[in-house]
């Protein structure tokens, strides 16, 4: 019979908090960069609805070209920073699962007696 439940439990309780925690932040970036990216595509069709004429049209395909490198340049960057997240994320869970091993080793030495 486990005596000490709440010891043999607190790795998982652990492990659940850090996804949550993780998941939160990725859905929060992923909803900023949707938000962003849908006001960016309002007020490009905006300016583009505005254009009359030849050479103001020639200004906005410009001025289209450098936002999506600029656009692409963000998106390399928002990619850099969700690995960097992953990666520490990952690093998380794996002194997560090492603390737990021992952590339940010793649980099961208290129950067993050896």
Do not use: C, W
């Not at 963000?74 to 990666?87: A, I, L, P, Q």
């Amino acid at each position: 019979m486990v005596k000490n439940v709440k010891g043999f439990t607190q790795p998982i309780s652990k492990l659940v908090e850090l996804n949550t925690q993780h998941f939160d932040t990725l859905m929060a970036a992923q909803k900023k960069a949707a938000d962003d990216y849908r006001a960016l595509v309002q007020s490009r069709m905006q300016s583009a609805s505005d254009i009359k004429d030849p050479v103001a049209l020639a200004s906005f395909v410009t001025d289209q070209m450098a936002l999506a490198q600029s656009s692409y340049e963000k998106m390399v960057g928002n990619s850099r920073v969700m690995f960097e997240s992953m990666t520490g994320y990952n690093a998380d869970v794996i002194q997560l699962f090492q603390e737990s091993t021992v952590q339940l080793k010793e649980e099961i030495k208290k129950e067993t007696g050896k």
